[in-house]
């Protein structure tokens, strides 16, 4: 949804003439089954996303709930970088357990922002309290015992520079001595980043996360 959004393209045909990306299309260390029957984790989709696109992640217990609001601000009002949530859905009262989607707006009267759940068949897109949302990112995931968080993406080739978003150096010291796998703030020219997701990727190993 985010790659579409941003008009990445995957270097191949989808179907007939189009060039857009499909679950197929990705580049992932994991059959698409494997990813639909056993889900993914923060740093897995980390891992996925840079593989096609520049990303900051950020873990909800080092990113504030002022620079979370900040981030939403920011992303709902440029058309060329996304948020995406890693949220526990249980903490929204909602079925089911970790889960990801991107934000599509946001609505500062009543402090809302619009869900765009990518699991449509379970739920549309919603608008989910940003307090809440916030809280949402602070679960443990059971796989990894690490908090839940976000995503910013932008295109490789924007001069965006999604480092100004980065966290604070005391915020990735924190992050470096928790364990937590994270980008580090560099200039839009680095990137692509040496995490490919490919099978001999760490993202792959679940004994590493």
């Given at each position: 949804m985010v790659l579409?959004?941003?008009?990445?393209?995957p270097g191949r045909r989808w179907k007939g003439v189009w060039r857009w990306y499909s679950d197929e299309l990705l580049e992932s260390c994991r059959t698409e089954s494997d990813l639909k029957a056993n889900g993914i984790t923060f740093d897995q989709f980390l891992c996925?996303?840079?593989?096609?696109?520049?990303?900051i992640a950020k873990r909800g217990t080092t990113a504030s709930r002022e620079e979370f609001v900040r981030d939403i601000k920011y992303v709902t009002q440029r058309d060329d970088v996304f948020m995406v949530l890693s949220f526990?859905?249980?903490a929204?009262?909602?079925t089911g357990d970790g889960h990801f989607s991107p934000i599509g707006a946001f609505h500062e009267g009543s402090n809302q922002a619009l869900v765009l759940d990518s699991a449509r068949y379970k739920y549309p897109s919603w608008f989910g309290d940003v307090d809440r949302l916030y809280d949402s990112l602070q679960p443990v995931d059971p796989e990894t015992n690490l908090p839940r968080g976000y995503f910013l993406i932008s295109r490789r080739d924007s001069r965006l520079d999604l480092s100004l978003l980065a966290s604070s150096n005391a915020d990735r010291d924190s992050k470096d001595s928790a364990g937590i796998v994270d980008l580090p703030e560099r200039p839009a020219d680095v990137f692509p980043t040496t995490l490919s997701c490919s099978k001999k990727s760490s993202c792959c190993s679940a004994k590493q996360l």
């Amino acid at each position: 949804m985010v790659l579409n959004a941003l008009e990445v393209d995957p270097g191949r045909r989808w179907k007939g003439v189009w060039r857009w990306y499909s679950d197929e299309l990705l580049e992932s260390c994991r059959t698409e089954s494997d990813l639909k029957a056993n889900g993914i984790t923060f740093d897995q989709f980390l891992c996925l996303a840079s593989s096609h696109a520049q990303v900051i992640a950020k873990r909800g217990t080092t990113a504030s709930r002022e620079e979370f609001v900040r981030d939403i601000k920011y992303v709902t009002q440029r058309d060329d970088v996304f948020m995406v949530l890693s949220f526990a859905r249980a903490a929204m009262g909602q079925t089911g357990d970790g889960h990801f989607s991107p934000i599509g707006a946001f609505h500062e009267g009543s402090n809302q922002a619009l869900v765009l759940d990518s699991a449509r068949y379970k739920y549309p897109s919603w608008f989910g309290d940003v307090d809440r949302l916030y809280d949402s990112l602070q679960p443990v995931d059971p796989e990894t015992n690490l908090p839940r968080g976000y995503f910013l993406i932008s295109r490789r080739d924007s001069r965006l520079d999604l480092s100004l978003l980065a966290s604070s150096n005391a915020d990735r010291d924190s992050k470096d001595s928790a364990g937590i796998v994270d980008l580090p703030e560099r200039p839009a020219d680095v990137f692509p980043t040496t995490l490919s997701c490919s099978k001999k990727s760490s993202c792959c190993s679940a004994k590493q996360l």
